[in-house]
């Protein structure tokens, strides 16, 4: 199984952080191929600034790592 994580950072407006949209029509479309979903996992999208080291140990050994500076 390839294992899948994404990127996409955003700032917080008003407390609230806008959801990775650019990210999750690529994930989604990707998840509508039953070769790719039988092959790939896909981790969560991440999206907080400040979770950045967090982020980085958790992907130690993510095969494909989308990013997205939308």
Known sequence: ?????????NY???GRIHFPYSIS?????LKTDKKIMD?????KTFVFREKVEDYI??????????????
Do not use: A, G, P, W
Not at 25 to 29: I, K, R
């Open 1 to 9: 199984m390839i294992k899948v994580s994404s990127s996409q950072f």
């Open 12 to 14: 917080r407006y008003f």
């Open 25 to 29: 029509l690529l994930v989604s479309h």
């Open 39 to 43: 092959n790939y996992k896909f981790e």
């Open 57 to 70: 140990k958790q992907c130690i050994d993510t095969d494909i790592l989308l990013c997205s500076c939308y």
